[in-house]
């Protein structure tokens, strides 16, 4: 990535930014990319275009079968969350994905039985997590018609179950999901930092919230980095070290962290030994994830699936009771782990906020039940949060 894109490019840049058809997208990166500087320091980025625009096409032509009444690779999201089960054919993806969500997606020990998503809904408690089930995953995703389909139904989801045979070499599996997913700028491994960037004109200038720190430049560059690409309203979030470069990197979204779990499936083929060998081999290949040993046939382990998904997700739940009621709200508000009262209070009703006068917690995060705190309080999963105001009603 540069730091020094002309302003013809910026400019560019600025019309696929504000394109709201696919069609408009298309154009408008094809005159952005003629417009890029091709030389080694933009070789990623070219890349990235290129990846995209392809990307793009197939939406469209995605769109057009679906408006013709075909099949379709859109899956409408569901539930708290939405995750994809990737692995490649005959690992028992499908088979698992019935086990968890009670779903009917075809099984029948044929190589490529499942072309098109499938979804599902997992049941952890009191929330519901939609699982996708999808095409088999290839080694080299450009020589298989759905590879770009698959790829953008990873990059719309919100985590990753990889599924593995655990009896066929599950590292060698793992490596190349990996690497593969890695050249279309998907992310399992999580970063040494990433960067996220909300554009939203909500926002009246650039705030940037620092949950790590930015190495090579300050807030002020930051700001004067997203003003060059006319990004004048955004939210800049930052997690672990991270660079300038970084941040232009999450202007372009060239890559996406994707929170990940793996599934080592069919260990019943296995001694318990092979299981507990195996089992070490790929967490020592994926430190980054948790793994779990399962069996969709005997059923082994799945019960510990929906927990750490959820876990994985990264999600807490929060629930509402109101002024001197004694009972709490069934259905849970679900929001980021690390969220504030004020992130609640915003998703509740953001007009709370204006009239805040303090809150009542109970629950993990409070020091007592009914604990006093303001906004800027972090909230943790199962919490119970009662919203005072100034007025009334309100």
Do not use: C
Not at 105 to 125: A, L, N
Not at 145 to 168: E, F, H, M, P, T
Not at 358 to 375: D, F, I, Q, T
């Amino acid at each position: 990535m540069v730091t020094n894109l002309p302003a013809e490019a910026r400019a560019k840049w600025l019309k696929y930014l504000e394109a709201r058809t696919i069609e408009e997208k298309i154009k408008a990166l094809e005159e952005f990319l003629s417009a890029v500087p091709k030389h080694k320091g933009t070789e990623n980025l070219v890349a990235w275009v290129r990846r995209k625009l392809s990307e793009l096409r197939e939406e469209l032509e995605e769109r057009r079968q679906r408006r013709g009444g075909g099949p379709s690779y859109f899956v409408e999201k569901h539930g708290i969350a939405q995750v994809v089960l990737v692995g490649y054919t005959l690992t028992g993806k499908s088979s698992l994905f019935n086990a968890l969500t009670g779903a009917k997606s075809r099984v029948t020990g044929i190589p490529y039985t499942t072309m098109y998503p499938v979804p599902g809904m997992m049941v952890f408690e009191d929330v519901q997590i939609q699982l996708v089930d999808t095409p088999p995953f290839v080694p080299n995703l450009s020589s298989v018609s759905w590879g770009g389909k698959l790829v953008g139904l990873i990059r719309n989801s919100d985590a990753v179950a990889v599924v593995l045979d655990a009896s066929q070499d599950p590292v060698g599996q793992l490596r190349s999901i990996l690497g593969e997913l890695e050249n279309y700028g998907i992310l399992l491994r999580r970063p040494r930092g990433r960067v996220v960037i909300e554009r939203s004109k909500a926002y009246t200038g650039i705030r940037v919230v620092r949950m790590g720190k930015i190495l090579d430049a300050t807030e002020d560059d930051v700001r004067k980095l997203l003003e060059s690409y006319r990004i004048y309203g955004a939210l800049v979030k930052v997690y672990g070290e991270v660079s300038l470069d970084d941040v232009e990197k999450a202007i372009f979204e060239a890559s996406v962290y994707k929170p990940s779990l793996i599934l080592l499936n069919k260990v019943d083929l296995l001694s318990e030994a092979e299981v507990n060998r195996i089992t070490s081999e790929v967490r020592s290949t994926a430190p980054h994830a948790p793994v779990l040993p399962v069996s969709a046939t005997t059923g082994r382990g799945l019960s510990s699936v929906p927990r750490t998904t959820f876990e994985v997700l990264e999600l807490i739940r929060v629930y509402t009771k109101e002024p001197n009621a004694r009972e709490p709200s069934k259905e849970p508000l679900v929001i980021p782990k690390g969220s504030t009262v004020e992130d609640a209070v915003r998703r509740i009703r953001e007009e709370f906020l204006k009239y805040f006068k303090y809150a009542r917690v109970w629950g993990p995060s409070a020091k007592y039940p009914g604990e006093r705190v303001g906004l800027d309080h972090v909230l943790s999963d199962g919490d119970v949060i009662e919203i005072r105001t100034q007025i009334r009603g309100i």
